[in-house]
């Protein structure tokens, strides 16, 4: 399959990529590091990519920021910046996207563990991944030509606790957070929201 | 208690009002049609709302709207009317109101069963209503003083399918769903999503 993967150089989605290139064709969307530009918080941005990346079997996105902090001192621009970037940039990766892929295509998001388990400064991260989930719930009973959209829900990530100075030893790798995107993509739900882990 | 009922004159909110109003005091607010107007998607007149009301011992929101409609056709516009009006104006009355509820108070949101049900042409709704949910887990670790927060998770009310003209044999009572808003009130649940139905 040919595999757009946005946010391929991050610490998810270049696993992601790696992965998948075994098997599949990998095209590289990043911000600013990849071939493919994208700034996800601007839906002109997105129609360019899509524009330039031409028919693909399946969107993966593993980009997307979202601002954590102790509810107290998220402002409203903080919670917007949320919105805009990791909520609606995927929802508009999708909804954009539809045209661009093949019949029984799919979308993978990143949603996480935040969604369901919620922690001190968590608040607006747990807002968008709740969100996430009930677009993808949604946006697979309404998506075209069997197009699949799925999200998956990674935990703390080994990489990013050790990017950010904390303890690791409750961190999963991001090689194994990658195989719940393979699962996504080489399975057959929709509409699901794919736990990390439940191929080890 | 003194409970601030705002959307106090919508189909939920009146209900909710009268169910209240034999043991407590209901303070209505609204858009248009109460003493106290506010906005919800404007921060500004939510301030201006709690500086006129002051302090009360639960917030009750049965406010906020979202655009139902295909996904193809829901515009970039439509799904930020959504996130401006039901959800951050939500997500905004808990953040604006801590200061003005009384140690142990509440805050009593409004989702829908969308959330984890969804059907073709509520991928915003559904967007919205999960979003609630995941803020609603997160806020509640947050409070300060022991303020509790949850989200009412109501069903396809018959008072609003008869106003839209569709079949309201699978509706249920705003009056029923009244019911669930006042066991949040005065139980000592926190971060929950509250079914309706559950004290039938």
Chains 1, 2 share one sequence.
């Not at 998220?74 to 609606?88: A, G």
């Not at 989930?133 to 703390?156: K, M, Q």
């Not at 794919?194 to 080890?200: E, I, L, Q, S, T």
Request: charged letters at 20%; glycine letters at 10%; hydrophobic letters at 45%.
């Amino acid at each position: 399959m040919k595999v757009l993967v946005v946010g391929a150089t991050g610490t998810i989605g270049s696993a992601v990529a790696a992965a998948l290139s075994a098997r599949h064709e990998v095209i590289p969307a990043s911000h600013t590091k990849s071939a493919h530009k994208v700034d996800l918080a601007d839906p002109e941005s997105i129609r360019k990519m899509y524009q330039e990346v031409g028919r693909v079997d399946a969107v993966i996105c593993a980009a997307g920021e979202a601002k954590f902090a102790p509810l107290a001192s998220l402002t409203e621009d903080d919670f917007q910046f949320c919105l805009s970037n990791k909520l609606m940039g995927q929802v508009n990766l999708v909804r954009l996207g539809f045209d661009y892929v093949t019949d029984a295509g799919s979308f993978i998001l990143t949603g996480g563990v935040l969604a369901q388990h919620p922690m001190a400064g968590g608040a607006a991260i747990s807002l968008v991944n709740a969100g996430l989930e009930g677009f993808t719930r949604a946006a697979a009973l309404e998506a075209p030509r069997h197009i699949r959209v799925n999200v998956v829900s990674p935990p703390w990530v080994t990489e990013t606790l050790a990017a950010l100075g904390m303890d690791t030893s409750q961190g999963t790798p991001a090689a194994t957070v990658a195989r719940a995107y393979v699962r996504a993509l080489e399975g057959s739900g929709s509409g699901e929201v794919v736990a990390v882990g439940g191929d080890r």
